[in-house]
């Protein structure tokens, strides 16, 4: 029996997470036919509730659940940024009385989706929550990668970027774990958070993190950061942390560049990497889309 | 009309204590005294001096919905307390004699701890310019502080601290350096780390420690460094202690039983200023206060209401209600763990601060000030935030199984609490 809510990927095993990958593949089989199966949560509801900017998630969630039948609903607050004083709990409580099956909720707090599935009848799937987690975009990160190269046990992942402040990789370094993938991570000092080598392997060199990697993850550079004296600027950033063709010779015969998206063109990626087959970024929007039904429908599904 | 304590523990000694008018006038076996008289029978528990907190959040002026003098004076009888010193981040902040006198009236209504306010150092704690310290002091604040927000530059703490010295004014500096702390909730490690939750790092309370005790020294003067909570802040006061530098300290019970691993689960209840640290810290704390380092605790009582805590925690209100669980807390942590004695504790949690202060204090001989408290140190509770006297429920020690709990409390010779569970 699945779990109510989908909020972090620690404490989801590896059962829970090959099935979710095996219906993931059985529903993207069926997109690509043109058949959508729209009886799969006909007559449920699906509520979006987003306080953060966000055009992919938001997007592929409601594809996502309309490609099932269901209704979905959409919720996002005027320019974004998150008030103090707006109460989330009672908003949240507001929707949940629309009886929704599940709710998906943005929000730049972490732990905000814990909060809100604890007051709520609805399912919670956690869209990302601050600098914590986004488990639906590892999850399609690893179902990515699992079509490349057949497996994730013993595969080895490179993330590079701003760790510090990435839930993506936070959510990343928890599945890969799960499914037996070796993964280190690798970014300026100013971006590493403390006692990060308590979670996974802490690169020393750029050199070191392409060396042996399968897949090479790069993570968006917010640039307002470079404001706040994180890094000197985007050139110097891309000049000893960025993801080019010459350092992906390092990584393993067949390896892949990823990104979440989007992309600072130049500066997390350069332009060559973007232009090559190796980078799979917009083939990781389709896979976001099918893992995020293959959720809905374990999550909602009698 | 008097009262007579029967057989209490008194350090380790059956004894009766019989109070006239606010002070002890007998000790020993006591068996006549005037009809009228009111008598505990105090079989099985221990008598302590009732306890000083110098460092308490009572809210009004303000933000009476957080608490009142009345409840916040009630509640520091629950946990044992007969004085409380007031911080002044009231509203209007209390920068002047006559918030001072407001809270001093109002504290004599409630009629149950003794209360002593603590003035602002700076003008609506903004850290510009100097509020009347020495008026304050006319009025009957007991010492000068920021709480809450520290001095930000070096050059006003330097103008406060000179200042203050011609009054004999103790200053009680929260150290905190906001540029460090940034967006921090929480202490930044392993635990902000996976939360993924903004880290405020140790070096925040450090460097702030660092400048009031290199300012202290330059100028020759006292200076009293608030809620202490990091390891390498404990061996800065060592060292500034051991080199003769005139700095007194305190802690916190919750720096004594908690660490960041309250957090778990985004626990907004275990959200406070300065963050709950880790084991090392606490470790550091705890041994800071046997060699003597840290002087004294102080509970850094902070009602909220539940608005406050139940929301994203990034915008909970920082702090812990922790003056009813303070006395079961440290007596777990660190005398039932067999750290230091039942006395060492008392001294810390009622002399020392008192004397920081300056403030009167009981004492368990004859001619001594009868602010007592009664204890029962074998009783086991699970601490239970929803029944405490104070507005504030928010505790993030809910559930924590304690020992030691207080049974009645007199302020003045004259019976204060009585636990509800006694006949």
């Known amino acids: 029996m699945a779990k109510k809510d989908f909020l972090q990927l620690s404490g989801v095993d590896q059962a829970t997470l090959t099935s979710l990958l095996d219906r993931a593949s059985e529903l993207k089989a069926l997109m690509l036919k043109g058949n959508p199966p729209k009886d799969v949560l006909a007559g449920k509801t699906v509520v979006n509730m987003f306080f953060e900017n966000s055009t992919r998630t938001r997007c592929s969630f409601e594809a996502a659940g309309k490609n099932l039948g269901a209704e979905v609903i959409s919720m996002s607050t005027a320019g974004s940024s998150v008030q103090k004083g707006e109460n989330l709990i009672d908003t949240a409580i507001t929707l949940d009385k629309l009886l929704p099956s599940a709710i998906v909720i943005r929000h730049a707090v972490a732990g905000s989706a814990h909060m809100v599935a604890s007051h709520v009848n609805a399912s919670v799937i956690n869209a990302g929550d601050g600098m914590h987690a986004h488990p639906t975009q590892a999850l399609l990160d690893m179902y990515t990668m699992r079509e490349i190269f057949g497996g994730l046990q013993g595969l080895t992942v490179a993330i590079i970027g701003d760790i510090k402040h990435s839930r993506v990789a936070r959510s990343n370094i928890e599945g890969l774990a799960t499914m037996g993938a070796n993964v280190k991570v690798y970014g300026p000092a100013t971006l590493m958070p403390k006692d990060m080598d308590k979670l996974c392997k802490v690169c020393s060199s750029i050199e070191e993190a392409f060396v042996g990697s399968d897949v090479v993850m790069g993570l968006r550079i917010q640039l307002e950061r470079q404001q706040k004296g994180l890094f000197p600027s985007a050139g110097e950033y891309n000049k000893f942390y960025g993801i080019n063709l010459e350092r992906m010779r390092l990584a393993n015969k067949g390896a892949v560049v990823m990104h979440p998206g989007p992309v600072n063109r130049g500066i997390e990626l350069s332009h060559d990497v973007l232009d090559s087959p190796i980078c799979v970024k917009d083939e990781q929007v389709t896979n976001g889309m099918v893992t995020r039904m293959a959720l809905l429908e374990m999550l909602c599904k009698e | ?423």
């Open chain 2, 1 to 423: 009309m008097g009262l007579c304590i029967k057989n209490a523990n008194i350090l380790g000694k059956k004894a009766d204590v019989l109070i006239e008018g606010d002070r002890i006038v007998a000790i020993g076996k006591i068996d006549e005294y005037i009809d009228g008289c009111g008598v505990i029978q105090a079989d099985g528990l221990t008598l302590l001096p009732a306890f000083v907190d110098m460092h308490t959040h009572l809210r009004e002026p303000g933000f009476e919905g957080k608490e009142t003098i009345a409840t916040g004076s009630m509640a520091a009888v629950a946990g044992g307390y007969a004085s409380v010193c007031c911080m002044p981040n009231t509203k209007p902040v209390t920068d002047n004699p006559y918030i001072v006198k407001y809270i001093i009236d109002r504290a004599k209504e409630a009629d149950k701890a003794r209360v002593y306010p603590i003035g602002a150092i700076s003008v609506g704690l903004k850290g510009e310019t100097m509020a009347e310290m020495g008026k304050m002091k006319s009025a009957g604040a007991v010492a000068m502080s920021d709480d809450g927000q520290p001095v930000t530059t070096a050059q006003m703490m330097r103008l406060a601290l000179e200042y203050a010295k011609d009054f004999n004014l103790l200053l009680i500096s929260h150290c905190e350096d906001k540029g460090l702390v940034g967006e921090g909730v929480m202490n930044e490690g392993y635990n902000s780390t996976r939360f993924g939750l903004k880290g405020i790092p140790s070096a925040a309370e450090d460097v702030m420690i660092a400048r009031e005790i290199i300012l202290a020294e330059m100028l020759g003067t006292r200076v009293h460094i608030a809620h202490v909570s990091t390891a390498s802040g404990v061996q800065l006061i060592r060292e500034a202690k051991a080199r003769g530098v005139k700095v007194t300290a305190e802690t916190c019970p919750h720096y004594i039983a908690g660490t960041d691993d309250l957090v778990a689960g985004y626990n907004t209840m275990a959200k406070v200023n300065p963050p709950l640290r880790e084991e090392k810290d606490r470790q550091a704390v705890i041994a800071g206060l046997a060699d003597g380092t840290i002087d004294c605790i102080a509970t850094d009582h902070a009602p909220h209401t539940k608005e406050d805590k139940n929301c994203e925690f990034n915008f909970a209100a920082n702090g812990i209600s922790g003056i009813e669980t303070a006395f079961a807390l440290c007596y777990t942590y660190l005398v039932d763990s067999g750290i230091m004695s039942l006395d060492k504790l008392s001294g810390l949690m009622t002399k020392t601060p008192a004397e920081i202060v300056g403030i009167p204090y009981g004492q368990i001989e004859v001619g001594g000030l009868a602010d007592l408290t009664l204890v029962d140190l074998d009783a086991k509770y699970t601490i239970d935030g929803s029944k405490f006297y104070s507005k504030g429920k928010n505790t993030p020690f809910d559930g924590f199984v304690v020992k030691g709990k207080v049974k009645y409390t007199v302020v003045g010779g004259k019976i204060k609490y009585q636990s509800e569970d006694v006949q």
